[in-house]
């Protein structure tokens, strides 16, 4: 169970293309999600909280017009990196968990996103 | 701000051999979280452990919470070379918040 699935897995793309990230939970329900990105060598970095139904709460430095998160319904958030640059090259992963408390964070296989 | 703070950054083992890695936080967790990234993929869910002083157990992987509730470790005993990778510790922010607060890592590698 708790499984959750990214897509896509990577992406190659030119500067000033805007990329579009799915994730899902497969066999639960998940009122929030979460987004990160992970740089090489180095740990997670919370970006956002994605909540269904109502928007997204974004961490210090995270430019909420650059990274545009949709939690639409239970077990579906995305995210829009809009007119990505080359520094937005990074991999992107997001994690969900069902309501229950003290419940623990299930990861999707992660987005490799390529900026040319 | 919280930290978790994850000691060390990196361990070179000869296969066989035991390893540790230490987790410590700035405040007290309500539960901590254990996680292990291979390389290239995705971090996955090892364990959790809400009690304190719990001890669990996975074959040969033992993870520990304190009495405080504001460190843990993780021990393998004789590691193998599927035990290659980064192993995080996560703790909840204060205040009830369902976002995790990562250490560092700690990157596990292991000499056939």
């Known amino acids: 169970g708790a499984v959750v699935s990214q897509h896509p897995s990577w992406v190659i793309c030119k500067s000033g293309t805007s990329v579009k990230i799915e994730c899902r939970s497969l066999?639960?329900?998940?009122?929030?999600m979460f987004w990160y990105r992970q740089f090489p060598k180095q740990s997670l970095m919370l970006m956002a909280t994605?909540?269904?139904?109502?928007?997204?709460?974004?961490e210090q430095g995270v430019e909420k017009d650059k990274f545009l998160i949709n939690h639409a319904s239970l077990t579906l958030s995305t995210l829009t990196v809009t007119s990505a640059h080359p520094e937005d090259s990074s991999f992107y992963i997001c994690?969900?968990?069902?309501?229950?408390?003290?419940?623990?964070?299930?990861f999707g296989d992660g987005t490799r996103l390529s900026i040319l | 701000g919280q930290q978790v703070m994850q000691i060390p950054q990196y361990q070179h083992v000869q296969e066989g051999e035991d390893f540790t890695t230490y987790c410590n936080s700035s405040?007290?967790?309500?539960?901590i979280q254990w996680y292990k990234q291979r390389p290239g993929g995705h971090p996955v869910f090892l364990i959790q452990?809400?009690?304190?002083?719990e001890v669990k157990k996975q074959k040969r992987l033992t993870f520990q919470f304190g009495e405080a509730k504001k460190n843990s470790s993780l021990h393998i005993t004789a590691t193998q070379t599927t035990d290659v990778g980064t192993y995080f510790c996560?703790?909840?922010?204060?205040?009830?918040?369902?976002?995790?607060?990562f250490g560092k890592g700690t990157k596990l590698t292991v000499n056939p």
């Open positions: 994690s969900a968990r069902d309501g229950r408390p003290n419940q623990p964070q299930h």
């Open positions: 066999d639960f329900q998940a009122t929030t």
């Open positions: 994605s909540n269904e139904g109502s928007k997204a709460t974004y």
């Open positions: 405040t007290t967790l309500s539960n």
């Open positions: 452990l809400v009690k304190s002083g």
């Open positions: 996560a703790g909840p922010t204060q205040g009830g918040s369902e976002k995790l607060v």
